[in-house]
């Protein structure tokens, strides 16, 4: 079986991650999905960036979902010693996409409005296409997103902060989907949530060891920040 290939943020080795720029410099190695980030702004637009305040991208001292949406289109994210790409709205990334689909990655809230941005996101599904997924590390979103979308779209990440056992998780969650980061993911335990009939894919996987593990893992995707590399490998230059 041929895992499927997930763009982690575009293409950020050749562009500013979570960017239109990014996103469309992943389409020409035919990813299956681009993954985003995204946050909810003051006032409720969506964006798409992953960190949740602003210091590494724009070094502004600032949280994204403090400011209005006028305010993000203003600034400018470093890439390299250039500041060049604006902070992109969720309906940007989407029209830019060409018609892959994203995986949407719902931010934790900063000012616990973590359900805001799980309405706010879902009321624009509509706008993305139908085989977009939607993935967070809250439990409360995952869980006000099964409330809408067939539970295969719907999926929970777990890594190392959430102890060795975080990965059951994923095994009790009704969402079928399991994104497990590649430090805790070992074939026992992606073993274990295929038992329980979730697909599992592993973040990220980058270099060409890395991608033969997560093929060795049998992962069913492949989150990457080199969607050529992976391209090469594991499709074999498709």
Do not use: Q
Request: with cysteine; proline share 5%; charged share 30%.
């Amino acid at each position: 079986m041929t895992p499927t290939i997930i763009a982690h943020r575009g293409a950020p080795r050749l562009r500013h991650e979570n960017t239109v720029a990014a996103v469309r410099a992943a389409l020409p190695f035919a990813p299956d999905f681009v993954e985003i980030d995204v946050h909810a702004t003051a006032d409720g637009a969506v964006v798409v960036h992953h960190d949740a305040d602003l210091r590494r991208s724009a070094g502004i001292d600032a949280f994204v979902e403090d400011l209005a949406l006028e305010r993000l289109r203003t600034l400018r994210l470093a890439f390299g010693t250039k500041s060049t790409e604006p902070v992109a709205t969720l309906e940007d990334v989407a029209w830019s996409s060409r018609g892959v689909p994203l995986v949407v990655e719902l931010k934790a809230s900063c000012r616990g409005r973590d359900l805001d941005l799980a309405d706010a996101v879902l009321a624009r599904r509509p706008l993305l296409h139908p085989a977009s997924v939607f993935i967070s590390f809250e439990a409360a979103i995952v869980e006000r997103a099964l409330c809408t979308l067939d539970p295969g779209r719907v999926g929970l990440i777990r890594n190392r902060e959430y102890g060795d056992n975080g990965w059951r998780d994923a095994v009790a969650s009704a969402a079928r989907l399991a994104v497990l980061s590649k430090t805790i993911a070992t074939p026992e335990r992606v073993a274990a949530l295929h038992a329980a009939g979730k697909r599992v894919w592993i973040y990220a996987l980058d270099d060409d060891a890395e991608l033969e593990r997560g093929l060795a893992l049998r992962a069913d995707g492949i989150i990457t920040n080199e969607p050529d590399r992976a391209a090469r490998l594991v499709r074999h230059d498709r």
